[in-house]
């Protein structure tokens, strides 16, 4: 059996030396925000039936137009979305016929315009949705085990699977931080998704071994300590834990590979959210317990 709970010094060290980059990254770069939170036009064009141009020479055609926030994302019928940050009329012309010397037989199908106080308030709406889902999962767990209350209280559980919860989300932005000013990646509605997604993945491991060690206290003789169930409850997870999340990584690292520039840096949130929540689930949530359980004994 190996020893996790002994190694706790260890991981949270780790944890907070990421989290402490992770900050500093987004105190002095912060995200690189997409037309979906600072406004721009959606445009969609259609090519002609012998197939649409790559990005790539989309991009070069438009090259000389320095649009910001540029992103290309091929649809079906021969069709291309275009993003950029720009709500002028000028430039949407001059994309126009920048593509229209180029490509003949291309024509513009629809024209959106992306208003940067309507992107606002989806960022703070977004914003609120991560908190309210962060609050739910809190209350969920503290109520799913509200038949625990030995010797941790069961309100703790919550706060363990939050604090977790959290170490994931921060680590992850604090990563899109660094490619935003390094790599010139913006986050937009689909990052946020990913949030969410990854919430939802990691609270779920979190509960499997949570739940386990409820099982355990119920089971196994009083006179072994907490410490030692949770060792024993993270032991016979362990395996499951590192499968799954083995399995979901492989599925998005070939989805980050081959699924096209589209979903790329949504896979990469994924990849990123749910490697750290595998570990979290395993290193941090339960070790919180085995710390709040000692500095119960200390306080008594």
């Known amino acids: 059996m190996i020893n996790i709970i002994q190694k706790t010094k260890y991981s949270y060290a780790f944890s907070l030396a990421l989290i402490g980059l992770s900050v500093l990254s987004l105190f002095f770069w912060g995200l690189k925000f997409g037309i979906d939170f600072t406004g721009g036009t959606r445009m969609e064009v259609k090519f002609s039936d012998s197939g649409a141009p790559t990005n790539q020479e989309i991009g070069d055609a438009l090259k ?3 649009l910001k926030s540029l992103i290309v994302q091929p649809t079906s019928n021969n069709s291309v979305i275009l993003r950029y940050a720009s709500e002028e009329d000028s430039v949407n012309q001059n994309v126009t016929k ?13 024209v959106d ?4 106080s309507v992107s606002s308030e989806l960022k703070k709406k977004s914003l609120w949705a991560i908190f309210f889902a962060v609050v739910g999962i809190m209350a969920y767990i503290a109520w799913a085990f509200r038949k625990v209350s030995r010797p941790v209280e069961s309100w703790k559980y919550g706060v363990g699977a939050v604090i977790a919860l959290v170490h994931d989300i921060l680590i992850t932005v604090g990563v899109f931080a660094l490619l935003g000013h390094f790599k010139g ?9 990913a949030l969410l997604t ?18 355990n206290l119920m089971r196994i003789s009083s006179k072994e300590q907490f410490p030692d169930i949770v060792n024993r409850s993270l032991n016979e997870t362990l395996v499951r834990s590192i499968n799954t999340s083995l399995t979901v990584l492989l599925t998005l690292l070939a989805i980050y590979i081959f699924g096209g520039e589209s979903i790329k840096d949504f896979s990469l949130a994924l990849l990123i959210g749910v490697f750290f929540g595998t570990y979290s689930s395993i290193f941090i949530a339960s070790a919180l317990l085995v710390t709040s359980y000692k500095m119960q004994l200390a306080k008594k």
């Not at 920048?98 to 629809?110: A, G, H, I, R």
């Not at 315009?113 to 940067?116: I, L």
């Not at 990646?185 to 998704?193: H, K, L, M, W």
């Open 185 to 193: 990646i913006e986050v937009g509605i689909p990052f946020i998704a």
């Open 198 to 215: 990854i919430l939802g993945f990691s609270v779920h491991d979190t509960i499997v071994v949570y739940d386990r060690t409820r099982e």
């Open 113 to 116: 315009f992306v208003n940067s």
């Open 64 to 66: 000389d137009l320095n």
């Open 98 to 110: 920048n593509l229209t010397e180029k490509y003949p037989d291309s024509k513009q199908l629809s």
